[in-house]
């Protein structure tokens, strides 16, 4: 079993128009055993940016932590929060300086940038960014994701139908996956407000 799939997890971001959602599963696992059933995957940064770690727990938290700290020390140097795009080279550019020995954890960015553009990006456990337009997604169900999101996204999704189709891929995929699941955990984020909401899925 590769280390990426110890804990096991689910997350994809999904762009609509002028919002964006992020979502992930709930399970934290020791391979096949269920540990917690309400484990936090997503984290926010600030109002409009939101990082989802998914792959070994212990090295998500610790990730965490760091990008909390260079955030807060760009905002106290430049008084302003930091754009997507900055913080997904800052997130890369960590990683990689780790390549010899590196967080196990695929790093899920999504944020609204200038005009409230949203920007979406994953990348591998050394920084190598992937770039989508529509939607990007890590964790052990990945290929399970990348089928329903492909078969039920649409461009520029209103905000209520971006959290349906988002839902219902991630709710179906992880039904896939025996590493994931255990319901969901979904932010909604326009430009005036951000939704939490959780889903419940099977609990087996």
Known sequence: MSIFEYNGSAVVAMVGNNCFAIASDRRL?????????????????????????????????TLYQRLV?????????????????????????MQYEKRFGPYFCQPVIAGLGDGD??????????????LAKDFVVAGTASESLYGACEAMFKPDLEPEELFETISQALLSSVD?????????????????????????????
């Open 29 to 61: 696992g020791v391979q096949l055993q269920t540990v917690a059933t309400d484990f936090q995957r997503i984290f926010k940064i600030h109002d409009k940016l939101f990082v989802a770690l998914s792959g070994l727990a212990s090295d998500a938290q």
């Open 69 to 93: 700290f260079r955030h807060k020390l760009y905002q106290l140097r430049e008084e302003r929060d930091m754009k997507p795009e900055t913080f997904a080279s800052l997130v890369s550019s």
């Open 117 to 130: 553009k949203p920007f979406i990006c994953t990348m591998d456990a050394i920084g190598a960014k992937e």
């Open 176 to 204: 896939r996956d025996c590493l994931s699941g255990w319901g969901g955990h979904v932010y909604l984020v326009t430009p005036t407000e951000v939704k939490e909401r959780i889903l419940k899925g099977r609990m087996d």
